[in-house]
Antibody, heavy 120, light 114 residues
Framework: QITLKESGPTLVKPTQTLTLTCTFS??????????VGWIRQPPGEALEWLAL???????RYSPSLKSRLTITKDTSKNQVVLIMTNMDPVDTATYFC????????????WGQGTLVTVSS | QSVLTQPPSASGTPGQRVTISCSGS????????VYWYQQLPGRAPKLLIY???QRPPGVPGRFSGSKSGTSASLAISGLRSEDEADYYC???????????????FGGGTKLTVL
């Protein structure tokens, strides 16, 4: 059974750096073709893809946010970390992590999401 | 403004068949698979369709996907009240060479069951 759960601060101040952790079970990020991605959703708005990391450490980033994002994995801990710098109130959103398989299903299992509010 | 264009809303009555469109370009839908997600109010999205028209285990056969050229559609037949949700299309987009492809979502369609 695949499960994912996001964790991190619920409130950050403008200009601060956000660090979110996705802790998962039921699969390994050392298995070929497996990936974990991050997607966010501002209140009442659409989904926005942020980043994705694969089993082989291949990393993909949203072009519009690439300069602010870093995604890493810790295979031994079954965790993926997303770092977003220079937070702004427009970054207020629910942040989801999700499991993916290269060339097959994409984001077939999702975490419950964590709401991050950016405010001074 | 999303790279993939969806109508903001759609509606139907119970038992009806409704379709939701998703329009893209040659760099995304035209050359890559399309995926569809259902998001019930207050919940995380759920994968409904992958690789244009494949259903994951547990997704009812009432949901079907199709693709033609640079457009795709999600069809829901035998509409039920529990289908009231937001629906998103998505695909890889190859518009940023030499950077690798990036994932794009549509703007979402809110389906109301009247």
């Amino acid at each position: 059974q695949i499960t994912l759960k996001e964790s991190g601060p619920t409130l950050v101040k403008p200009t601060q750096t956000l660090t979110l952790t996705c802790t998962f079970s039921g699969f390994s990020l050392s298995t070929s073709a497996v990936g974990v991605g991050w997607i966010r959703q501002p209140p009442g708005e659409a989904l926005e893809w942020l980043a994705l990391i694969y089993w082989n450490d291949d990393k993909r980033y949203s072009p519009s946010l690439k300069s602010r994002l870093t995604i890493t994995k810790d295979t031994s801990k079954n965790q993926v970390v997303l770092i977003m710098t220079n937070m702004d109130p427009v970054d207020t959103a629910t942040y989801f992590c999700a499991h993916s398989i290269v060339g097959a299903t994409a984001f077939d299992y999702w975490g419950q999401g964590t709401l991050v509010t950016v405010s001074s | 403004q999303s790279v993939l264009t969806q109508p903001p809303s759609a509606s139907g009555t119970p038992g009806q068949r409704v379709t939701i469109s998703c329009s893209g370009s040659s760099s995304n839908i035209g050359s890559n698979y399309v995926y569809w997600y259902q998001q019930l109010p207050g919940r995380a999205p759920k994968l409904l369709i992958y690789r244009n028209n494949q259903r994951p285990p547990g997704v009812p056969g009432r949901f079907s996907g199709s693709k033609s050229g640079t457009s795709a559609s999600l069809a829901i037949s035998g509409l039920r009240s529990e289908d009231e949700a937001d629906y998103y299309c998505a695909a890889w987009d190859d518009t940023t060479p030499p950077d690798p492809p990036n994932w794009v979502f549509g703007g979402g369609t809110k389906l109301t069951v009247l």
